[in-house]
């Protein structure tokens, strides 16, 4: 860190030795070409402007591409910052959509967001209720998990999305390629600037409204630790940039507290869950 106790200039120096600079980041001024820009409305609350540009655009995405509107049915496993959005804009696209989750504890904060149904992954009675029902399921479960387990709730021709890290998604998108973009478990990242601005300006006419806590600079370390141990409560944190990130303000919090990488993306982790979804013929 520099001096102020701030996050440290990359790259440290140049090519031709002078001193580092820094490419934006937690930068309070850029400069990008206009196509490149989002427009926010200025009815629109700054502070939860960025959650929509980044949850809300990762949920718009494979809504819009999958063509929700009113009368669709969508399933959204998984109410943390990208499912709560996720219910929301749904809903305001016309769609009547079920949470699932583990269980009933997120139940009210499902039906406060919008959910018309509440399914608890765990109750095989409650999973076998809402089987065959759903045209689009949006996974937003970050690490791995057995996501086919989800596949009943989907109609014949429902299609499931995921948007978790894990060695599923990459291995959805490779055989959605393999068997000419036919398979019914796919993988969606974010979304363009069109699309961004698209979900934007939604936002801002339905008075979609994420949950967020604003946060000094000085608090980023806790803010790691939080979202390490899982954000059960589905709030996005923003820092609050103009405010605290001025000469003068150090951090003198300790390291962030973070367990270790659970992850299996790595190639024999993708080839396996690629051969998984192929060979048996769990991509139809």
Request: net charge positive; with cysteine; aromatic share 6%.
């Given at each position: 860190?520099?001096?102020?106790?701030?996050?440290?200039?990359?790259?440290?120096?140049?090519?031709?030795?002078?001193?580092?600079?820094?490419?934006?980041?937690?930068?309070?001024?850029?400069?990008?070409?206009?196509?490149?820009?989002?427009?926010?409305?200025?009815?629109?609350?700054?502070?939860?402007?960025?959650?929509?540009?980044?949850?809300?655009?990762?949920?718009?995405?494979?809504?819009?591409?999958?063509?929700?509107?009113?009368?669709?049915?969508?399933?959204?496993?998984?109410?943390?910052?990208?499912?709560?959005?996720?219910?929301?804009?749904?809903?305001?696209?016309?769609?009547?959509?079920?949470?699932?989750?583990?269980?009933?504890?997120?139940?009210?904060?499902?039906?406060?967001?919008?959910?018309?149904?509440?399914i608890v992954s765990e109750s095989d009675a409650q999973m076998k209720t809402g089987a065959g029902k759903l045209d689009l399921l949006i996974n937003t479960i970050p690490s791995y998990h057995d996501y086919m387990a989800y596949q009943p709730l989907l109609t014949s021709k429902g299609i499931q999305v995921i948007l978790g890290l894990h060695a599923g998604l990459i291995a959805s998108k490779a055989v959605d390629k393999i068997v000419g973009g036919r398979s019914r478990v796919k993988m969606s990242a974010i979304g363009g600037i069109r699309n961004t601005q698209e979900v934007m300006d939604l936002c801002d006419k339905d008075k979609i409204y994420p949950e967020i806590s604003i946060k000094s600079v000085t608090e980023l370390n806790d803010v790691f630790t939080t979202l390490d141990k899982a954000n059960e409560s589905g709030v996005r944190h923003v820092l609050d940039i103009a405010n605290t990130l001025i000469e003068g303000v150090k951090c003198d919090a300790p390291p962030p507290e973070l367990g270790p990488i659970q992850s299996n993306i790595t190639r024999f982790g993708v080839v396996k869950e690629l051969l998984y979804l192929l060979l048996s013929c769990k991509w139809r």
């Amino acid at each position: 860190p520099d001096v102020q106790g701030r996050a440290a200039v990359w790259p440290p120096l140049q090519p031709n030795g002078k001193k580092g600079y820094t490419l934006g980041g937690y930068s309070n001024k850029m400069v990008v070409t206009e196509q490149f820009a989002i427009q926010i409305p200025k009815t629109y609350p700054l502070a939860m402007a960025g959650p929509v540009m980044c949850a809300g655009i990762t949920l718009y995405t494979p809504l819009k591409l999958n063509g929700i509107k009113s009368g669709s049915m969508v399933g959204i496993v998984g109410l943390g910052g990208l499912g709560q959005m996720g219910v929301r804009i749904a809903k305001a696209m016309g769609a009547s959509v079920t949470v699932i989750s583990r269980s009933p504890k997120k139940e009210t904060f499902a039906r406060d967001c919008g959910a018309d149904t509440f399914i608890v992954s765990e109750s095989d009675a409650q999973m076998k209720t809402g089987a065959g029902k759903l045209d689009l399921l949006i996974n937003t479960i970050p690490s791995y998990h057995d996501y086919m387990a989800y596949q009943p709730l989907l109609t014949s021709k429902g299609i499931q999305v995921i948007l978790g890290l894990h060695a599923g998604l990459i291995a959805s998108k490779a055989v959605d390629k393999i068997v000419g973009g036919r398979s019914r478990v796919k993988m969606s990242a974010i979304g363009g600037i069109r699309n961004t601005q698209e979900v934007m300006d939604l936002c801002d006419k339905d008075k979609i409204y994420p949950e967020i806590s604003i946060k000094s600079v000085t608090e980023l370390n806790d803010v790691f630790t939080t979202l390490d141990k899982a954000n059960e409560s589905g709030v996005r944190h923003v820092l609050d940039i103009a405010n605290t990130l001025i000469e003068g303000v150090k951090c003198d919090a300790p390291p962030p507290e973070l367990g270790p990488i659970q992850s299996n993306i790595t190639r024999f982790g993708v080839v396996k869950e690629l051969l998984y979804l192929l060979l048996s013929c769990k991509w139809r």
